[in-house]
């Protein structure tokens, strides 16, 4: 009878050993995919923020209040520095406009336009950084800056286009 | 009896055994089915991602239509959103047309953007629609053929119907279209759509005085929706500006969504405006080309600012907005023509 029981109980403690070993392996499983899939989150998340660095990079270099026009020709990637003033000032000193639709375009950047050449020169013409962001994804597109003011048919210089976006 | 307790502790071994597994089965079944619904919102997210950034794509770089595949999933418009099942995209100031919803049967979303200049260009309309929803073209002889063929996009399911003339009854057969679009087309008198199509999912559009080769055309649309109790389309009014405005009215899913997407676009023309107005007030400054950028410029583009301050009311006084547009456009190409920077 004792060495009965002894068998029911070691096949008891048998089985609990292999599920202690089961759930053991079942934990690492669940630990190493956690671990795997926060790496290809973070890395997703990076994606996802230069993507959202494009779309701003997209828009700021389509918007019409800002592409310059001569003589009814639309320059691809060429800014009217007037109206890149203009939009710096307007940004500056409408609150409305800025933490409205403009807020609503850029999401948390900094969009600057810096002149290379003939003579540097920087305009920040949107700011709204994320404070403690994970990411700063920044973004270039080479432009050309079209000055009206040299009449006449103006002149051109070169410049890049710098979006820093923030997640 | 000894035997018995033996067998008994065998017993309630098998037992613990089975509940354990049990546990294990269920815990497996749960990850599955967890795994399947983080999947389905991936595949959801994604979809709306592409399709928002498309939208913004096409809000500041025209271009033509195009089919975007959508994997079997309705797509609810309203005039701020779109949605996919339980998530949404907020559309913000972006300016899109739609039918109320693409189903997702179509299995492919039509989208297409036109640029919208009053008198400079200010952003791109966005349309959206299926291949299940059906537009109807109903206009007198061949008045409107330049507006059909030249103007409205292939990719849509578009046809031109005749008018029978008993009864004036619209000429077309049931293809089953989940929405269809009737689009009536200059000045005429009230026509009939077949007993199959007397639903709510029908809706007319109708431009009685619009000529598409114009530069800035305007005038009245109105929107006939049906009414169940009454059984009758029943019309209300608004107002066109500029040809991507008129084809809006023939995407959009209401009078509602289309004032509310008209309401953005005149938002949108008074960020630009401003934007404009303080470009003059530099160049005024800057005394190049002093016979120009002065008191009269400043004034149209304050009054231009001034009508677009509240986009809900654009339908107010908009012939004096359209007044005012022709006077910059003259004022431009005049400056132009003087070799001097231009206003835009």
Redesign the interface.
């Known amino acids: 009878m004792r060495r009965k029981r002894k068998r029911a109980q070691i096949q008891t403690l048998e089985t609990v050993a292999v599920l202690f070993v089961f759930f053991l392996l079942i934990s690492l499983s669940l630990i190493f995919y956690m671990s795997f899939s926060k790496g290809r989150e973070a890395g997703k998340m990076a994606e996802l923020s230069h993507e959202q660095a494009v779309q701003v990079a997209q828009v700021i270099s389509n918007l019409p209040e800002i592409r310059a026009t001569q003589q009814a020709i639309r320059g691809v990637n060429t800014f009217d520095l007037k109206q890149l003033e203009a939009l710096e000032l307007v940004l500056e000193s409408d609150l409305e406009l800025s933490k409205g639709i403009y807020q609503e375009r850029f999401g948390t950047s900094t969009i600057t336009v810096r002149q290379i050449f003939p003579s540097p020169k920087n305009w920040t013409i949107y700011d709204n950084p994320e404070p403690g962001a994970k990411f700063e994804t920044p973004f270039f597109i080479p432009v050309a800056l079209y000055n009206p003011l040299d009449i006449p048919g103006g002149n051109y210089s070169f410049g890049i286009l710098e979006i820093v976006f923030y997640s | 009896m000894?035997?018995q307790?033996?067998a008994i502790?065998?017993q309630i071994?098998w037992i613990?055994?089975m509940i354990?597994g049990g546990i294990?089965l269920f815990f497996f079944i749960g990850v599955v089915a967890k795994q399947r619904g983080v999947s389905e919102q991936r595949l959801v997210n994604e979809l709306i991602r592409d399709i928002d950034?498309y939208i913004?794509?096409a809000s500041?770089?025209p271009r033509g239509a195009a089919s975007l595949p959508v994997p079997g999933y309705d797509i609810q418009f309203t005039c701020d959103h779109l949605q996919i099942k339980n998530q949404r995209s907020l559309l913000?100031?972006r300016v899109v047309f739609a039918p109320d919803y693409v189903d997702k049967e179509d299995r492919q979303l039509i989208v297409w953007a036109l640029p919208w200049e009053i008198p400079?260009?200010?952003?791109n309309f966005l349309y959206a629609t299926g291949p299940g929803v059906r537009y109807v073209f109903v206009y007198e002889d061949d008045k409107y053929d330049d507006f059909y063929y030249n103007f409205v996009t292939d990719k849509i399911n578009k046809i031109k119907v005749p008018i029978k003339d008993a009864g004036r009854v619209l000429d077309f057969v049931d293809e089953g279209s989940y929405r269809t679009r009737i689009v009536m087309l200059g000045q005429m008198e009230p026509v009939q759509v077949p007993a199959f199509a007397k639903n709510k999912d029908t809706s007319f559009v109708w431009i009685p005085f619009f000529d598409p080769r114009e530069k800035l055309p305007a005038g009245e649309v109105y929107f006939l929706q049906y009414n169940p109790t009454t059984e009758e389309f029943e019309p209300a009014e608004s107002k066109f500006v500029g040809v991507p405005s008129v084809i809006g009215a023939v995407f959009s899913s209401s009078l509602e969504n289309y004032n509310c997407a008209m309401a953005k676009a005149f938002?949108?023309l008074h960020?630009?405006n401003?934007?404009?107005a303080?470009?003059v007030?530099?160049?005024g400054a800057?005394q190049?080309?002093p016979a120009f950028y002065g008191e009269y410029d400043r004034n149209l583009l304050a009054e231009i600012s001034a009508y677009t301050e509240y986009p809900g009311n654009w339908q107010l006084d908009l012939e004096d907005l359209l007044s005012k547009v022709a006077s910059l456009r003259q004022r431009n190409f005049l400056i132009?023509s003087q070799?001097?920077?231009?206003i835009?």
């Open positions: 000894k035997n307790k033996a502790e065998l071994n613990f055994v354990i294990i950034q913004s794509g500041v770089a913000e100031s400079y260009d200010v952003t938002k949108n960020t630009v401003t934007v404009f303080k470009k007030e530099l160049l800057s190049v080309c132009e070799s001097c920077p231009l835009y």
